[in-house]
């Protein structure tokens, strides 16, 4: 059965702080792999990630896709209040299948 | 000028009832979907539609009916609604293709509370 796998479920840091969000997948047919910022209204795509494209940054966002691990990893690094909300993972096979994670819960405080 | 909107943003109902949520995209995509999201926060997939066809129907019950008039809108509409349908609804775009473009736009939400 393909699923999406976030951890920590839940993360608090400080101000200034660098964090790291893990996600892990067991799929058929992998084609991408997507981030997504929650706050109180829809998720906000942040980065697609796939064979021909393992590493993307924005700003202090940064995510890489381990396709040996089966993995990827969204980095924040000067983490701001700005930066609380619920971190998404997606993954694509084949077909017009999504598959999230439970998402991540970010937490910054000043 | 909204992508993918949502109408109502909130639904407050009795069990027993039917009631309708729509979605329309302006987009120009050919794929819509319906996401239940519970308490907990996790995004589930209902339904898919590819050009005005069913293509993801995952494990939901049959109350749930999703229609789908053009390629702009797909509704959702639930029939004889519990007290567990109460979560948020989202509707998504995307364009398939056999690149790589898998990115979905999300419509702002429907909280659905079923009292």
């Known amino acids: 059965e393909d699923k999406v796998v976030q951890s920590p479920l839940s993360l608090v840091v400080h101000e200034g702080d660098t964090v790291t969000l893990n996600c892990s997948y067991e799929v058929t047919n992998f084609r991408s792999l997507l981030w997504y910022k929650q706050e109180k209204k829809a998720p906000t795509f942040l980065f697609m990630l796939?064979?021909?494209?393992i590493e993307k940054k924005s700003g202090r966002l940064s995510s890489i896709l381990d396709k040996k691990e089966l993995s990827s990893i969204l980095n924040i690094t000067a983490t701001q209040t700005g930066d609380s909300a619920i971190y998404l993972c997606a993954v694509a096979p084949t077909g017009n299948q999504f598959y999230f994670g439970t998402g991540t819960s970010l937490t910054v405080i000043p | 000028d909204t992508a993918v909107s949502q109408t109502p943003k909130y639904l407050v109902t009795q069990m027993g009832n039917d009631k309708s949520i729509k979605c329309e995209q302006n987009?120009?995509?050919?794929?819509m979907y319906w996401y239940k999201q519970d308490s907990k926060k996790f995004l589930k997939i209902m339904f898919s539609y590819n050009n005005k066809e069913l293509i993801i129907n995952e494990t939901v019950p049959n109350r749930f009916s999703p229609k789908s008039p053009d390629k702009a809108h797909l509704n959702l509409h639930i029939n004889s609604l519990e007290l567990g349908d109460s979560a948020v609804y989202f509707c998504?775009?995307?364009?398939?293709?056999?690149?790589?473009?898998?990115?979905?736009?999300f419509g702002p939400g429907t909280r659905l509370t079923v009292l």
């Open positions: 796939t064979s021909s494209g």
């Open positions: 998504a775009s995307s364009q398939w293709e056999r690149q790589l473009t898998d990115t979905q736009y």
């Open positions: 987009l120009g995509h050919d794929t």
